[in-house]
């Protein structure tokens, strides 16, 4: 027994409501500038660097690039067999009849919450709030450029990266990482193990790997714009593949070269100025030519702001048509002349502010909150692997992207041992002793590829468990109170249907 996505079993309005104004470049674009992973990763050099070191980043990379690949891979299976913009919640319906909507609920409830953008300090704060006004607007009155921005998001990171990468080899020839002396840059680079964590070295190599797999959460940005681009059965798998595939390539790359210009490992480490733009200097030894380049990954932030805005705003815009948030027919609400959800824009913006509000008032709530972000978005990528496997790998339809059983069953179970592996590794403390500081200590939280000014990343630890916990309390006071009364009624039929046939579910005005 399966179910059905037939729009008449709810009400549903035009299924054109979305423009389909993405071609494929542009949708690749905005799912690559969301990853943001080269930056990303480049920022998270600190930790990286004491917990495992150069081996750690450059094999740790490698293992989560992989590994992300075969969760992109997976979930690609279903945007071709059922492209909607619910994403991974919908996904879940192949489960059985009985725990069908509860499923659903609740990996909608932590991929909306996984979806929520952060950053740093007061005075990072202001800039912050700029960028996230900026994106606001740009989606609510420019909804018609948002194809353009994307390709020329994608533009911008591309070659930044290219700059970025001859520039410092460039400037720093020959004298290669002259930090390694007697190791030889070669081996410094691909053979160095660092541990200053107080962990056994084993699990310091671990956590240092996890930032290899933080820099391409997000994979899931491309089932979020689906309903907007001509052909989303053959061109979505491909993009979502494709984005963590290009930016494990460009993450690989640029980092390795990193590694090679970088001099003083512990002024990197610990400086103020960010480790990007502390290599910078110490490469071109040059302030000016280092803050030129720095603006490369401060437009990539900036463009990855409004990509991620977008993204987030369908997210809520979907769950919202389907009853699965509280005063759902306000969100719903879509503006037919700016053809955007404007209001989910505005819960999705005000949402972020607040979260930004909170780090003003208490970094270490702050950083237990964007942490939890992590593990939702691992619970939402392995709910719907996961309950597929279970079933036998044989209730999707064969669509344009569909895995050989053999390869399908690999991928799938790479997929679901590697998320719930590194969602352990993620409550660890990032160093021992364990103490106030080290759990929950005054540095910005990275949680997947929201800051890139400074990699300094306190892992999941305790707090983060707490955190999710409430969120999950949140939500399960919600399922009670209103879900289950009317979220996704359509699911308690007996046939699932490609979604493409609707792109809107209305509530009911009494949905609240």
Known sequence: MTTSFSPSETGSQSPDMLTKNFSRISLLGLAFITLNSWTAFASAL???LTSGGPTSIIWGLLTSGFCTLCIAASLAEFLSAYPTAAGQYRWVAVSWDDYRRVL???????????????????????????????????????????????????????????IILVTVLACASPNYNSASQSDGSVRFVFTTFINETGWPDGLAWLLGLLQG?????????????????????????????????????TSLILIIALLFVSRDIDTIITSGAGPLLQIFFEATNSEVASICLLLFPIGCLLLGVVAITTTSSRMIYALARDSGLPFSSIWTTFNARLKTPVNA?????????????????????????SSATVICFDISYC???????IRGRKLLPVGPWSLYPVIGWIVNIVSVAYILFTTVLFVFPPARPVTGSTMSEDVPARANFKNLTDGRFCCLVDYAIAATG???????????????????????????????????????????
């Open 46 to 48: 600190p930790l990286s």
């Open 104 to 162: 659903s609920w609740i990996t909608a409830w932590a991929n909306v919450t996984a979806w929520e953008f952060n950053l740093q300090r007061w005075h990072v704060f202001l800039i912050y709030v700029g960028f996230n006004m900026i994106a606001l607007l740009v989606n609510a009155f420019w909804n018609r450029i948002l194809s353009a921005l994307n390709r020329a998001a994608l533009i911008w990171s591309l070659c930044g990266f290219s």
């Open 213 to 249: 797999g933080l820099c391409l959460v997000g994979v899931d940005a491309v089932a979020h714009m689906i309903e907007e681009i001509p052909k989303p059965t053959v061109d979505g798998p491909l993009i979502m593949v494709a984005c963590v595939a290009i930016g494990l390539a």
């Open 345 to 369: 824009l505005a819960l999705n913006t005000a949402a972020v502010i607040c979260c930004g509000f909170i780090f003003l008032g208490s970094s270490s709530a702050f950083n237990a909150l």
């Open 383 to 389: 709910l719907p692997i996961l309950i597929h496997c």
């Open 470 to 512: 409430g969120i999950a309390l949140l939500s399960a006071i919600d399922w009670f109170v209103r879900g289950q009364k009317r979220f996704m009624q359509i699911l308690v039929n007996a046939e699932i249907e490609c979604p493409q046939a609707r792109s809107s579910i209305s509530p009911t005005k009494s949905d609240v």
